[in-house]
């Protein structure tokens, strides 16, 4: 089905319908070889975040994240950033897409929105996009609450994804000594076991797609591809031994 038929059921009255629509451009798209139809899905999901219903918009933000930020034009990351204000629907998926794409413009306003937001989660979240456009403010405060974070399921699970997003060595730093941690604070993934394992097997699985030539071979979804896991987390350790410093893939979300 081409674009322009998806466009007219984009625009219907049916929220069902205008959701499959966008769905499948988004989808289409992302199969797509070539530039010119990944940016027009971008443009329609960019009309998403506009739709009267909360739920296709917030599909259109994480829509918008399976794409390399590197195929968004500049008018269509103004066109994104047009949408943010206090009252913008999914704030913090909202704020961390900016971030992704590197929308620079926006760091005063998210600053401001730092004072106008009174959550603490939404404030955590503005501080992560920053942390993402390199805003030094917002990554030493994310260092030093790390300092003081107790390392759980609920860290390994819910912040360990966070940090990766920031893509900021210092951050990653900490995430590097988790790794090389033996300390038992984690439950097995045998859900009738109190056993509890290092932490380091979660964080290893939540790592390839953001380091450039990472160690552990993985397959087509980022999921590693692994028999042994505690030899591919000793492999994993030799590497940050080995590899002070390494890149990071700063196009993917």
Known sequence: ??????????????????????????????????????????DQQINALNDKDRGIAGNAISAMTNF???????????????????ETPHFNDFVKLIGFLQIKSAIPKLESLLTLKKSAVTRWHIRLALARMEDETAINYISNRLQKAPINDAFAYDIVPD??????????????????????????????????????????????HAIKDFPIPTDEFGELMVD??????????????????????????
């Open 228 to 253: 042994d896991y505690e030899k591919a987390l000793q492999d994993l350790r030799r590497w940050f031994n080995e590899n002070e410093t390494y890149g990071f893939n700063l196009e993917v979300y």
């Open 68 to 86: 390399n930020n590197t195929i968004f034009t500049e008018d269509q990351k103004t066109r994104t950033l047009s949408q943010l204000d206090t």
């Open 163 to 208: 940090l990766i997003y920031t893509r900021q060595p210092k951050i990653f730093e900490f995430l590097e000594t988790q790794i090389q941690s033996n300390e038992a604070n984690c439950s097995v993934p045998n859900p009738n076991s109190n056993q509890k394992i290092t932490c380091a097997y979660r964080i290893m699985e939540a790592l390839p």
């Open 1 to 42: 089905m081409p674009f322009s038929e998806l466009e007219k059921y984009q625009s219907d009255s049916t929220a069902q319908i205008r959701a499959k629509a966008y769905r499948l451009s988004s989808r289409f798209a992302q199969v797509s070889d070539d530039e010119a139809v990944k940016q027009k899905a971008i």
